[in-house]
């Protein structure tokens, strides 16, 4: 009787030490840009100028790109909606 407690002990302490919680997954980050959505082979980096959008489409309210110049930057203000989904998909 007492190999049986001891036992079923053992097997109860293994099954604790087995169920372990899962890891909590942290959620993806968002991809970081990393090139001006007009000139798709210009970068861009943290200390690039950055555009707001100002539309109505509420996917990217909230958000901004980066560009690479000035002459990106008229471009861009002036079709955010087309711009905008180069960076941050249809």
Same mark, same amino acid.
């Given at each position: 009787m007492n190999r049986l407690v001891i036992a079923l002990v053992a097997v109860s302490v293994a099954a604790a030490a087995f169920a372990q919680k899962p890891k909590p997954v942290a959620p993806a980050k968002a991809k970081e840009q990393t090139n001006c959505p007009m000139m798709t082979n $210009?970068?861009? #980096?943290a200390h690039s100028k950055s555009v707001a959008y100002a539309g109505k489409n509420p996917k990217y309210k909230g958000k901004s790109v980066k560009f690479c110049?000035?002459?990106?930057?008229?471009?861009?203000? $002036?079709?955010? #909606?087309?711009?905008?989904?180069?960076?941050?998909?249809?």
């Open positions: $210009k970068k861009v #980096d110049c000035g002459m990106c930057e008229a471009a861009i203000k $002036k079709d955010q #909606d087309k711009y905008f989904a180069v960076v941050f998909g249809k």
